[in-house]
């Protein structure tokens, strides 16, 4: 079982950055993948960063490359995801999520969700 508590998320103009967190609990956190997903009003749920269980490997959705950073801590069980150069169609809930598996594909289907965090971007 893992629990997941976000952080970070808040209010920026665009052109802006955002750090957000997340805290994982449990013992065997660097044998998760994680990753990160938003979800926009109206919209679906949707993957926006992933890293596999040493942070060696990560994959990001073509709107943030160049722009988000995931990394991770396996000895403080946190991941993080920097958000640079902000956009109002960034606005959305982001959460955190960990998936069984050590590759960055196991992200695609989570075992364990966070509570989500609110990052709005004006204009």
């Known amino acids: 079982q893992v629990q997941l508590v976000e952080s970070g998320g808040g209010m920026v103009q665009a052109g802006g950055s955002l750090r957000l967190s997340c805290a994982a609990s449990g013992r065997t956190f660097s044998s998760y993948a994680m990753g990160w997903f938003r979800q926009a009003p109206g919209k679906e749920r949707k993957i926006v960063a992933a890293i596999n269980w040493s942070g060696g490997s990560t994959s990001y959705v073509d709107s943030v490359k160049g722009r988000f950073t995931i990394s991770r801590d396996n000895a403080k069980n946190t991941v993080s995801l920097q958000m640079n150069s902000l956009k109002p169609e960034d606005t959305a809930v982001y959460y955190c999520?960990?998936?069984?598996?050590?590759?960055?594909?196991?992200?695609?289907?989570?075992?364990?969700w966070g509570q989500g965090t609110q990052v709005t971007v004006s204009s």
């Open positions: 999520a960990a998936a069984e598996g050590s590759h960055v594909i196991a992200v695609l289907t989570p075992n364990y």
